[in-house]
């Protein structure tokens, strides 16, 4: 890297250098193998857990599991970081996010949406989006008839085929 490059870098603030990193990922979508290895980042924890969980239901879909992860980090009954949240739970059945502990691979196989995906979660981490769960820790599937857990817990929410609770 030559003289002015590196200066130019030092001269941007560590917001700035977090923001530039995080465009530089978004805009290079990794795929496959790659994407499924490299998953051990914030980014790709977050973007995993909006992919598989929400995929199908586009943007609003994607953001509001990725903020339920986000909501769950800063609770006290929840680890404190997002891969930890993800992960939570171990890979056997129990686990917090089923796409982590189904046996299948984990691996993104749609390019595109793997791609919307990292966009989502680096909206949301940059906090460039609104919660749109009211604060949201739990959700389920919206075809279910009754919630999947025996605690009565808050309904906050219906964003496409999931239901969000507190």
Same mark, same amino acid.
Request: a negative charge; charged letters at 20%.
């Given at each position: 890297?030559?003289? *002015?490059?590196? *200066?130019?870098?030092?001269? !941007?603030?560590?917001?700035? @250098?977090?923001? !530039?990193?995080?465009? @530089?990922? $978004?805009?290079?979508?990794?795929?496959?193998?790659?994407?499924?290895?490299?998953?051990?980042?914030?980014?790709?924890?977050?973007?995993?857990?909006?992919?598989?969980?929400?995929?199908?239901?586009?943007? /609003?879909?994607?953001?509001?599991?990725? %903020?339920?992860? @986000?909501?769950?980090?800063?609770?006290?009954?929840?680890?404190?970081?997002?891969? =930890? $949240? $993800?992960?939570?739970? =171990?890979?056997?059945? =129990?686990?917090?996010?089923?796409?982590?502990? #189904? &046996?299948?691979? /984990?691996?993104?196989?749609?390019?595109? @949406? %793997?791609?919307?995906?990292?966009?989502?979660? *680096?909206?949301?981490?940059?906090?460039?989006?609104? #919660?749109?769960? =009211? &604060?949201?820790?739990?959700?389920?599937?919206?075809?279910?008839?009754?919630?999947? %857990?025996? $605690?009565?817990?808050?309904?906050?929410?219906?964003? &496409?085929?999931?239901?969000?609770?507190?």
């Amino acid at each position: 890297m030559g003289t *002015a490059t590196s *200066a130019s870098f030092r001269s !941007l603030g560590s917001a700035a @250098l977090l923001t !530039l990193a995080i465009v @530089l990922a $978004v805009q290079a979508p990794r795929t496959g193998v790659e994407a499924a290895q490299s998953g051990d980042g914030p980014l790709d924890c977050l973007a995993l857990a909006a992919f598989w969980e929400a995929g199908g239901e586009g943007r /609003d879909g994607m953001a509001a599991v990725a %903020w339920v992860v @986000l909501n769950r980090r800063a609770h006290a009954d929840f680890p404190s970081t997002i891969c =930890g $949240v $993800v992960h939570q739970g =171990g890979e056997e059945p =129990g686990c917090q996010f089923r796409f982590w502990c #189904d &046996g299948k691979s /984990d691996e993104p196989r749609d390019a595109d @949406l %793997w791609a919307l995906a990292r966009e989502v979660a *680096a909206q949301v981490l940059e906090g460039l989006t609104d #919660d749109p769960t =009211g &604060g949201a820790l739990f959700f389920h599937a919206a075809a279910l008839e009754t919630a999947p %857990w025996r $605690v009565p817990r808050e309904r906050t929410v219906q964003i &496409g085929r999931h239901v969000y609770y507190r």
